[in-house]
């Protein structure tokens, strides 16, 4: 309930933007190890998330940057692309010219194309699909064979009440923890909302914190090809908000993104007298990242423009699972979700996909259902996930 308050306030007031609080004052002085601005003509250097930084600012050693100071600065990207000012630098009205010239430079190198992988080591957009990738399946009242329900139980609509997941995390080195889930509504028997959030922290020397909230309005069918086989389908709309704070972002930064998917999942009861199921899913995602230009203040604006001009995000999803149901109301499941970004300039290969196993264990009392599971991310350049789950929902 804090991250969807943050994030409801941030948005009704403006508040998730890119503003730096002074802008290139905060900027500069984070990449110090000690917070300082240093304005006494030297380089200094540091890392900002994927960049390398090299500064100078030839100033009165005051620790201020002032408005007739020159800065040098140039940036490197770990694709190795370098973005420089000119030796002698640039006065502060200057650099916010240069800045506009160069912001899909910039963005990539400090963020890659994925800015919230670049915190944190997960695609916001990722989120949104494992979200609905793990929606329940449709119910199924009106199907005339019987036998998945005979052998399966019956399948109502839902109302997940917890869903949660409380993650280790260790991305390019640095450790953070993770908490999310998912708050999920069906209207009807084939309509529905989703409500997924994310908050993570962590322990890097800015002290990252980010937080991310997606709304997803869906639309699912199911129907049978066979007796034992049946194909559930689902289409979802997405509207979505990351909001992240840090010493580089004193006063807050973030986006706001859109987009749309779909996902077919075919279920084969492999052996129906001891509840023994396979199904695999293959779904696609588009989505796109916005900033409204008047939410930034006029020295960062070059970010608002670098974010809005990324390409839209194009993503495959592969999933496969295999469950039984032990008793009657004791179900139990174990699978693989493989989640593939297409190419986009600025993303590591190694960074582009995911793998990501999950085992877990059901158990329904009368309309209630809890769960508890366990998973890990594999497949990932210098990321690795941990996490514990837990969930409780409602049928009706």
């Known amino acids: 309930m804090v991250l969807i308050k943050r994030l409801l306030l941030g948005v009704s007031f403006g508040l998730v933007s890119i503003a730096m609080g002074s802008g290139w004052q905060d900027f500069l002085s984070a990449i110090a190890e000690n917070q300082v601005l240093q304005d006494d003509g030297q380089l200094h250097q540091g890392e900002v998330y994927n960049a390398s930084i090299t500064y100078r ?8 940057l002032g408005s007739d100071e020159k ?19 640039y006065t502060k009205s200057q650099l916010i010219d240069w ?17 919230a992988q ?4 997960t695609p916001s957009s990722t989120d949104t699909a ?76 800015f002290n990252s914190k980010s937080y991310f909230l997606n709304l997803s309005p869906y639309f699912r069918y199911s129907f049978d090809v066979e007796e034992q086989l049946r194909i559930d389908s689902h289409l979802w709309i997405s509207g979505s908000a990351l909001y992240t704070k840090s010493k580089l972002f004193p006063d807050g930064a973030g986006y706001l993104q859109y987009g749309f998917g779909g996902l077919l999942k075919p279920t084969y009861l492999l052996y129906p007298d001891a509840g023994l199921y396979w199904n695999m899913g293959v779904g696609f995602q588009w989505s796109k990242k916005y900033i409204p ?12 423009e670098a974010v809005n001009n990324l390409p839209a995000d194009k993503m495959v999803i592969l999933s496969t699972a295999i469950g039984v149901s032990f008793t009657s109301n004791i179900k139990g499941e174990t699978g693989t979700i493989y989640a593939h970004h297409l190419k986009i300039e600025g993303v590591d290969r190694g960074r582009n996909s995911a793998l990501y196993h999950y085992a877990k264990l059901n158990a329904t009392f009368g309309r209630w259902e809890a769960g508890i599971g366990y998973k890990y991310v594999t497949r990932v350049t210098n990321y690795r996930e941990r996490a514990y789950m837990l969930s409780l929902r409602y049928n009706f």
């Open 57 to 64: 600012v030839d100033g009165n050693n005051d620790h201020k």
């Open 293 to 304: 230009k008047s939410w930034v203040p006029e020295e960062m604006k070059f970010v608002a």
């Open 71 to 89: 800065v040098y600065l140039k940036v490197v990207g770990p694709d190795g692309r370098t973005i420089e000012t000119p030796q002698g630098g």
């Open 99 to 115: 800045a506009k010239g160069h912001s899909n430079d910039l963005l990539i190198a400090i963020f890659g194309a994925e800015p």
């Open 118 to 121: 670049g915190i944190t080591g």
């Open 130 to 205: 494992l979200t609905m990738v793990n929606l329940p399946n449709p119910p199924h009242r009106k199907r005339k064979v019987s036998l998945f329900r005979e052998k399966l139980g019956k399948e109502y609509n839902s109302f997940i009440v917890l869903n949660s997941e409380n993650s280790l995390l260790v991305n390019e080195g640095q450790t953070g923890r993770s908490t999310a889930g998912v708050l999920q509504k069906d209207i009807g028997d084939n309509f529905g909302i989703a409500i997924g959030y994310r908050q993570t922290k962590m322990g890097d020397r």
